[in-house]
């Protein structure tokens, strides 16, 4: 560690929150990307939450403009990017104006001063300066003036003027890396790799990195650095990942274990765009990738694959979904493996693309014509997902249905560490087609019934076009039982929809029991599923150090649920259930289970929920 002729106190916290915030055009992301990577080289455990606009650039200086990027790293584990932040750097008057409230009283509050115009101000809606006014009296204010330090230290770099103002994130990265005792090894090694065709650019980033880090520590205006130290983590070999990598990684393992070829029909959406752009990085490992002209398209292409033999997808988020509704209505009908990936975000209509929501889970239940019921599941944090991806295809193929993986945009965008699974240890995922009949005369000597089921499972054969005596009819017609055949007859029509149902409701046989932490029984229950398992995992821990009567219980199977729900939502007298949503899980739980005394905690407002909330909730449902 660098140290100064004032040597600094060093002061240990056991985690830290930081969120930087400026412009879209001021690269929070990129910036709170190498602080994360450098958290994690260091050896901490860290949740992030990046948030930006949906627009690709809005108006420079503007409140719909901010973007931000907040991270909660640690020395032990933990589940959110944290409720409110010690830190804040502020790269404008928009980015301070909106996220002045997300700083804990008495925290930090780094200003670029320099952007504080009358314009710039004019167009954050300020009616006073803030840096005048009472606005940041409750905070430890850091006036830099990033710009003109910036150009000071990139003066004689021969950069264009919109190129030095571009490296400013990165002065502000390095006064962070000083602040809290963090290497800049990694990120000037980022830097000399990403922009290595253009050395000037390289070395006007990694000055004003190094600028901005000697700069804090010569300055008096920070008297105390901090340290972090590395997390207890369980032994391994960990990587940063995102939730969109671990469903791309999943998937990709998930048909290697099958032996299968795995096919991604897509259309590019927000937030699940860049599960299609990690899989097209993968082409050696067996996958294909298809950038479709719309989402109907994208589906067909999917469905095409499955009965084809492939492990075929396709992934969207909420809108898309209501286009393919009629195809995966389709894939039921014909009772092929499709997966379906729905990363939710706000809505309805367009929404806002850019944040997170739960609220399409009636629409994954329900949102298609006809009898047409689908395995559902939901990965609970970014890691998890790449373990429910495999789940997602062991299901779809052991059963013959098609399975939606309902991920959310903050799983998608989120990060966190992940321990490298053991190969060895992963599911078997086994794969059996119908052999060939024997022909004669250009007829098959046996009859091959397409429909006929697995007595366990009630899967019909995966059968492979162009396979000897294997043909048979496809198509989105009622079908008649065992034959496939075109049917209007009314006792089969109901025969064939009783199979379909019957068929997910088996799938309860075959997943994991719900579980409970915490007391088996008591005064309440706290039922979370996907994304709101990190916010309630840390509420129940901050509450049960004084009351014992609370537990958590966490759904990631969606349809068909537990085989065992009914019977621990019965031993609670109330059961919370906190969503994203107005309420679409509490719906079906009250409908299923109607003896159940259950309350709902809602939120649609485009941000996870804080762990404040959760556990401000506990506390009124106990009295």
Known sequence: MLTSENPKIIQQKNAITVRFAGDSGDGMQLTGDQ????????????ATLPDYPAEIRAPAGTLPGVSSFQIQFSDSIIFTPGDLSDVLIAMNPAALKI???????????????DTFTELNLKKAGCKTNPLTDSTLKDFQVHQIALSELTKNALKDHGLKPIEVERCKNFFALGVMFWLYQRSMDHTIDWIEKKFKKRPE???????????GFYFADITEAFSTQYEVKKAKLEKGTYRKITGNEATAIGFITAANLAKKTLF??????????????DLARYKNYDVKTFQAEDEIAAIGSAIG??????????????????????????????ELPLIVINVQRGG?????????????????????????????????TPSDCFDMAIETVRIATKYMTPVIFLSEGNLANASE??????????????????????????????TFLPYERDPKTLARPWALPGTPGLEHRIGGLSKA????NVSYDPENNQKMINLRAEKIERIADDIPELEVRGPQSGKLLVLSWGGTYGPVYQAIDNITSKEKNVAQAHLKYINPFPKNLGSVLKKFDTVLIPELNMGQLLFLIRAKFPGVNAIGLNKVQGQPFKVDEIESKIKESLK
């Not at 996220?99 to 670029?112: D, E, F, P, Q, R």
């Open 35 to 46: 602080f994360t990577d450098t958290a994690a080289l260091m050896g901490n455990d860290f």
């Open 99 to 113: 996220n002045t409230a997300l700083v804990k009283k008495g925290g930090t509050v780094i200003i670029n001063e």
């Open 201 to 211: 650019i390289v070395k006007g980033n990694v000055a004003a990195l190094k600028a």
């Open 264 to 277: 991604y029909g897509s259309y590019p959406i927000t937030p699940a765009t860049n599960i299609l752009h």
């Open 305 to 334: 694959a499955a009965f084809g033999g492939a492990i075929g997808m396709t992934g969207t988020s909420g809108p898309g979904m209501c286009l393919k509704s009629e195809a995966l209505g389709l894939a039921i009908m014909t």
């Open 348 to 380: 309805p209509s367009t929404g806002m693309p850019t944040k997170t929501e739960q609220t399409d889970l009636l629409q994954m239940m329900f949102g298609r014509n006809g009898e047409s019921p689908v395995a559902i599941v939901a990965p609970s």
């Open 417 to 446: 560490p992940w321990k490298l699974p053991d190969l060895k240890k992963l599911p078997k995922i086994t794969i059996k087609h119908p052999a060939g009949k024997k022909v004669h005369n250009g007829d098959p000597e046996e």
């Open 481 to 484: 039982d065992k034959t496939g």
